[in-house]
């Protein structure tokens, strides 16, 4: 096969697998029960994630399944990828996205509630026994390889790095690549979420690869409500038996800690 004939396929099942994966969150919109509640989003463990049988499952599904249990409100988890969570969210097809920061462009199709229902701290990764310190000053960073998600929203601290062009910022397209990069010495430190990399650190059976103590920033982090969403009644109602999830986040750290 030919170089054209080769990208021409990759891209025919690319666009193949968006409309297999819209259609699957389409398909839940459509069998949902007229009060029930779609929440989307993209792979985030141990927040919102599949198990090895397909389930919705993590730290935000147990939450709002306890607190349909108390209000009463069905909800069903379609988790995708980004773009086709934002799509769905924004034309109505999805009622609520996790998880998401609070952006003015934003704001055009999503209702914030008052209050984030976690934050997440992007914190700097490095192996075991890295030759810098950080403290959360940015400037420590400077001259280093510093790793990132490719197509992940950073830190406003981090962007202002990146683009002083101090650090060698290198991205790759997920956290476990991120990870392996370090283990294997080809960047210096990376910067991603706390929780998610350390499960994912878990999972991959990692030693080496350690946080230091102090963010490199911290982001609010919204359940938000998409504003073509007919279920607004039902989510005030589930939102009111909704706590936020820094108690299952504690847990969660504390189990990783005798393991």
């Known amino acids: 096969m030919t170089a054209t004939g080769f990208n021409f396929a ?22 949902a029960t007229p009060d029930q509640i779609i929440i ?6 141990p927040y919102f994630y599949t ?15 306890e607190a349909s249990r108390k209000s009463g ?32 462009e934003r704001e055009s199709w999503l209702e ?26 940015a400037d420590e960073l400077h ?11 950073m830190h ?23 990870i392996t990069a370090v283990h294997h010495g080809r960047i210096d430190a990376f910067v991603a979420p706390r929780l998610m990399t350390l499960w994912t650190i878990d999972k991959m059976g990692i030693e080496d690869v350690h946080p230091f103590a102090t963010p490199m920033g911290v982001s609010n982090i919204y359940l938000a409500l998409s504003k073509k969403s007919k279920k607004r009644l039902a ?5 009111k038996a909704l706590p936020n999830l820094e108690i299952r986040k504690s847990r969660f750290l504390a189990a990783l800690a005798d393991r």
């Open 10 to 31: 990759l891209r025919s099942v690319q666009a193949a697998l968006f409309c297999l994966s819209l259609l699957l969150v389409q398909s839940q919109a459509a069998f």
């Open 40 to 45: 989307t989003g993209f792979e985030a463990p």
């Open 51 to 65: 198990d090895q049988t397909g389930n919705p499952t993590g730290l935000l599904v147990e939450l709002v399944q």
């Open 73 to 104: 409100v069905s909800v069903k988890f379609a988790v995708t990828n980004w773009p086709r969570a934002q799509l769905e969210t924004r034309n109505g097809g999805a009622d609520l996205i996790f998880p998401v920061v609070r952006t003015p």
């Open 112 to 137: 914030y509630p008052l209050a984030p229902i976690t934050r997440f701290e992007m914190m700097i990764f490095s192996n075991g026994n890295p030759e810098f310190s950080f403290t959360g000053n």
């Open 143 to 153: 001259g280093l390889r510093i790793g990132k998600i490719a197509k992940g929203r």
């Open 156 to 178: 406003p601290k981090f962007r202002a790095l990146e683009e002083s062009g101090k650090a060698l910022v290198e991205p790759r397209d997920n956290v476990d690549q991120l």
């Open 235 to 239: 989510w005030e109602k589930l939102s």
